[in-house]
C-alpha cells in the first residue's frame, strides 16, 4: 500500500522561511516523478514544484528563485525549502508521487504565511 504523508507546515511571517518534507512508502520510489502543489481557499490546486527521477527539478514562475526541491532516493523524501514567503503563499501543501501515469497523494499541509 503506497503512502505519502507531507510535514512542516504552520505559521510564517511574511518574509519567513519553511521546509516542508514528504515522505513515501510502499512505492518504487527512484521512479517516482514527485511534486509540490498548493490549493488556496476558492482556488485551484496548482503546481509548486517537481522533480524527476534524474533529479531534474522545474518550479511555477511565482516560485522561482523563492524554493527549492530537493530529493532523497535512499530516505524516500523530497523536501521543499520555501523563502521570502508572502501571504499570497497561503495555502494547503500536497506532495504528488507520480509512478507510471498513477498519482498518490498525501493529505495535505497547511501553510499560513501572516504578521
Known amino acids: 500500500q503506497v503512502q505519502v504523508a507531507e510535514s512542516g507546515g504552520g505559521l510564517v511571517q511574511p518574509g519567513g522561511s519553511l521546509r516542508l518534507s514528504c515522505a513515501a512508502s510502499g512505492i518504487f520510489f527512484s521512479f517516482v516523478t514527485v511534486g509540490w502543489y498548493r490549493q488556496a481557499p476558492g482556488k485551484e490546486r496548482e503546481l509548486v514544484a517537481r522533480v524527476g527521477r534524474d533529479g531534474r527539478a522545474d518550479y511555477t514562475d511565482s516560485m522561482k528563485g523563492r524554493c527549492t526541491i530537493s530529493r532523497d532516493n535512499a530516505k524516500k523524501t523530497v523536501d521543499l525549502q520555501m523563502n521570502s514567503l508572502k501571504p499570497e503563499d497561503t495555502a494547503v501543501y500536497y506532495c504528488?508521487?507520480?509512478?507510471?501515469?498513477?498519482?498518490?497523494w498525501g493529505k495535505g499541509t497547511l501553510v499560513t504565511v501572516s504578521s
Open positions: 504528488n508521487n507520480r509512478l507510471s501515469g498513477v498519482d498518490y
